[in-house]
T-cell receptor, first 116, second 113 residues
Framework: DTGVSQDPRHKITKRGQNVTFRCDPI?????LYWYRQTLGQGPEFLTY????????KSRLLSDRFSAERPKGSFSTLEIQRTEQGDSAMYLC??????????????FGQGTRLTVV | GNSVTQMEGPVTLSEEAFLTINCTYT??????LFWYVQYPGEGLQLLLK?????DKGSNKGFEATYRKETTSFHLEKGSVQVSDSAVYFC????????????FGTGTRLQVFP
């Protein structure tokens, strides 16, 4: 297994367009997370899945954002009607998620979104 | 709410110097604490962690001790190398919830020969 992979690595889009990012977690990992990182800041939690169930969403995740993990494997993050403020690095992470919690989260290299 | 505060960078050191990056946290309950590192052009990697008070995490010569009385988790290394140049993030995960991480703003370390 090569770790968490994200696609694309870079995306430039015009304001108002929709974009979709994909994350493939480590194969045996039950938990999958999306974070957003802006320049000079630490990653901020967006949402998290346990298998295919989306269990938590941050208030940062406006109605224009939607995430899915249809079969409990890969996940997609879609942003509709992009705005310049959406420009950021979008990070995906996965963890085993077995009890007890606080197992190590492995991060992908991220998708850098630029909205022009 | 839960939060992490870490010292601003950049921290600039000469090779073989001693490193300290301060990190303090605010949390309810008994969080787990982490240091992640981001090397240029790479994704975040777990450097070390501690899951309860007085635990010491260590890896690659880096150490951090979970101090509940001072709510701190400072990162230290006795002798830095040029290859340690990276951005270091302190983070916590609340035990009553998920593995969701709350990160500090990151500290850039630059080590010169």
């Amino acid at each position: 297994d090569t770790g968490v992979s994200q696609d694309p690595r870079h995306k430039i889009t015009k304001r108002g367009q929709n974009v979709t990012f994909r994350c493939d977690p480590i194969s045996e990992h039950n938990r999958l997370y999306w974070y957003r990182q802006t320049l000079g800041q630490g990653p901020e939690f967006l949402t998290y899945f346990q298998n295919e169930a989306q269990l938590e969403k941050s208030r940062l995740l406006s109605d224009r954002f939607s995430a899915e993990r249809p079969k409990g494997s890969f996940s997609t993050l879609e942003i509709q009607r992009t705005e310049q403020g959406d420009s950021a690095m979008y990070l995906c992470a996965s963890s085993l998620g077995r009890d007890p919690p606080n197992t190590e989260a492995f991060f992908g290299q991220g998708t850098r979104l630029t909205v022009v | 709410g839960n939060s992490v505060t870490q010292m601003e960078g950049p921290v600039t050191l000469s090779e073989e110097a001693f490193l300290t990056i301060n990190c303090t946290y605010t949390a309810t309950g008994y969080p787990s604490l982490f240091w992640y590192v981001q090397y240029p052009g790479e994704g975040l990697q777990l450097l070390l962690k501690a899951t309860k008070a007085d635990d010491k995490g260590s890896n690659k010569g880096f150490e951090a001790t979970y101090r509940k009385e001072t709510t701190s988790f400072h990162l230290e290394k006795g002798s830095v190398q040029v290859s340690d140049s990276a951005v270091y993030f302190c983070a916590l995960s609340a035990t009553y919830n998920t593995d969701k991480l709350i990160f500090g703003t990151g500290t850039r370390l630059q080590v010169f020969p």
